[in-house]
């Protein structure tokens, strides 16, 4: 992927309410990046790809943090990809509709904490394109999350979603590791 163009850096860091020089990427990087060695001031790959994941988070989402969505390894930056626009959307149709606090359990992942969780060597949490969540009397019973996953199947781009003991096709899952949390994804 190539970096975005000047005037679209330019853009997207006014519309966050940074400059684009050196002191306004070395904010965004030092607010977002957790380890030192990533703040160069120097706009790159990294950079670009947080500012994008950054920038799709504030144009979507009313109810989330970018921070939310990050890789929890410990070992990449945390933003190895952005969220795509279409997850963003899907997951703040799920909060107003039960307008109930969202936490998101795992979002971005890079290769390493997916397969420390025993993710699937395809899985769209690699490339933005899912969410673990739990919402406190939306998720927390086998009745709740089947009638979660029901209505979550009407919005637009679903593609998948589970949680321990059913998906979104009527199939038994048993997957103790996600508590009362359920997976969903967009195409």
């Not at 020089?21 to 070395?26: A, F, P, Q, S, T």
């Not at 950079?47 to 410990?74: A, Y």
Request: proline letters at 3%; hydrophobic letters at 30%; a positive charge.
């Amino acid at each position: 992927m190539a970096l975005l163009k000047k005037q679209t850096r330019i853009k997207y860091l006014k519309d966050l309410g940074y400059d684009y020089n050196d002191k306004g990427v070395l904010k965004i990087q030092k607010k977002y990046f957790s380890d030192p060695d990533e703040w160069d001031n120097k706009y790159g790959k990294k950079t670009d790809i947080l500012l994008r994941h950054l920038h799709n988070v504030w144009k979507v989402c009313t109810h989330f943090k970018p921070e939310e969505f990050k890789c929890t390894c410990g070992h990449c930056t945390g933003y190895p990809t952005q969220m795509r626009v279409d997850e963003l959307r899907h997951i703040e149709r799920i909060r107003t509709h039960y307008n109930k606090p969202m936490v998101i359990t795992s979002a971005l992942r890079c290769e390493y904490q997916n397969k420390k969780v025993g993710g699937y060597s395809d899985s769209k949490h690699k490339v933005g394109k899912a969410v673990d969540f739990y919402m406190v009397g939306v998720t927390d019973t086998f009745h709740n999350r089947v009638n979660s996953i029901k209505y979550i199947k009407t919005l637009p781009n679903h593609h998948y979603t589970y949680g321990h003991g059913i998906n979104s096709l009527g199939a038994y899952v048993s997957r103790p590791s996600m508590g009362n949390a359920l997976h969903t994804d967009v195409r």
